[in-house]
């Protein structure tokens, strides 16, 4: 019985050494932890970029009051943006879709029915995907390459599944939260402060306060020297895993 205690003591003292051990490694290396624990596929939240480039993107689901006030604000100021419409709002709105075209700005898939793909199969999201894509070249003549996912939500099949088909899953790192009704100072200003170069930034049509808020945007960040171009222009071109990689924040980097 003496052999037996003084045995399990020596165990628990192995082991209680392993731990420690174990915790020391993950403290001073956490991102090898990290990079070898996560294999989590992930979409482009933002691009690394020396220059002073980042995009402005907006979603189209619901409304359309302040499409054309948006199109004629970035005309002002000669900025070209990025639109995700819903498979449904083109259905309702494509003489929108088309002044959105006509007028310069990328006009991309953002689902047919704004589902949550996560509730999907591979096989329905890719169809939803399609259906949209169809929708929106019966009406601009160009099929789309980039695709927000509804709500922000995905997970590896949707992501999988997006780039079965050969587009690009699109997040972003700043987001107005101008859904939110917040006022067209607070939109101004969580912006403006959070942009960094490659910066994504997340705004929505038919949202209350930022037709408001865009111009006094636009204007403070030309000042500070960013140029802006559509989502496809600040994405880095190639295959993932072969010619750009992405981090674990989402940032697409040259491979």
């Known amino acids: ?3 037996f205690l003084v045995r399990r003591k020596l165990l628990t003292a192995v082991a209680c050494l392993l731990v420690a051990a174990g915790m020391f490694y993950v403290v001073n290396h956490p991102a090898i932890v990290g990079a070898s624990a996560t294999t989590r596929q992930l979409p482009i939240y933002c691009v690394q970029r020396d220059q002073k480039m980042i995009a402005i993107s907006f979603d189209a689901a619901w409304g359309n009051e302040d499409t054309q006030e ?5 005309a002002r100021y000669n900025v070209k943006a990025t639109f995700f419409v819903v498979g449904e709002w083109v259905d309702k709105y494509p003489e929108s879709v088309k002044a959105l075209h006509d007028a310069g700005h990328e ?11 996560t509730q999907l199969s591979k096989e329905e999201i890719i169809a939803d995907v399609e259906a949209c894509n169809d929708k929106i070249e019966a009406v601009t003549g160009v099929r789309p390459t980039l ?3 509804p709500y922000g939500e995905y997970d590896d099949n949707v ?6 088909i050969g587009m690009e899953p699109i997040q972003w790192d700043v987001d107005s939260l101008d859904w939110k009704d917040l006022s067209a100072q607070e939109i101004t200003k969580r912006v403006t402060s959070k942009v960094q170069a490659g910066s994504i930034v997340l705004f929505h049509n038919a949202a209350l306060h930022t037709p408001e808020a865009l111009p006094t945007i636009l204007e403070t960040l030309l000042q500070e020297g960013y140029t802006f171009v559509p989502i496809s222009q600040l994405i880095l071109p190639g295959t993932y895993n072969t010619d750009y990689t992405i981090d674990h924040t989402g940032r697409q980097m040259a491979a």
Do not use: G, W
Not at 70 to 74: G, N, Q
Not at 159 to 164: D, E
């Open 107 to 117: 006009v991309m898939n953002h689902s047919d029915d704004h589902a949550h793909m």
């Open 159 to 164: 992501i999988t599944a997006i780039r079965s």
């Open 1 to 3: 019985m003496k052999l």
């Open 147 to 149: 695709i927000r996912p």
């Open 70 to 74: 948006l199109i004629d604000i970035l």
